[in-house]
């Protein structure tokens, strides 16, 4: 399973960013879809998650800025960044949790390499 991310890039304080991460291989099913993201000298936190059922979880500093998405069909998970602040500058990164190849294996956890976001004040 590999999981390939894009859309990151160098934005104005204020500006918008989509992101996109898109799972490929053999899979069953994919329990949640999520973006961390780490800056600097810091350790990765979460930014939001969304459920197979849809059903999303933000972090406290991107509520109301950000929107995660999710195309089910498509495997793929989306972030609408909008309203970019400079300490939203990191690596982000796409998550794909508990990957199940069929329906009897069990679900492991795969990361994207990460896409870079900068936000210039």
């Known amino acids: 399973v590999q999981l390939q991310a894009c859309g990151g890039g160098l934005v104005q304080t204020g500006g918008s960013l989509r992101l996109s991460c898109a799972a490929s291989g053999t899979i069953f099913s994919i329990n949640a879809m999520g973006w961390y993201r780490q800056a600097p000298g810091k350790q990765r936190e979460l930014v939001a998650t969304?459920?197979?059922?849809?059903?999303?979880n933000y972090a406290d500093s991107v509520k109301g800025r950000f929107t995660i998405s999710r195309d089910s069909a498509k495997k793929t998970v989306y972030l609408q960044m909008n309203s970019l602040k400079p300490e939203d500058t990191a690596v982000y990164y796409c998550?794909?949790?508990?990957?199940?190849?069929?329906?009897?294996?069990?679900?492991?956890?795969?990361w994207g390499k990460g896409t870079q976001v900068t936000v210039s004040s």
């Open positions: 998550n794909a949790d508990r990957v199940r190849s069929t329906a009897l294996s069990y679900g492991i956890d795969y």
């Open positions: 969304i459920t197979s059922g849809g059903r999303s």
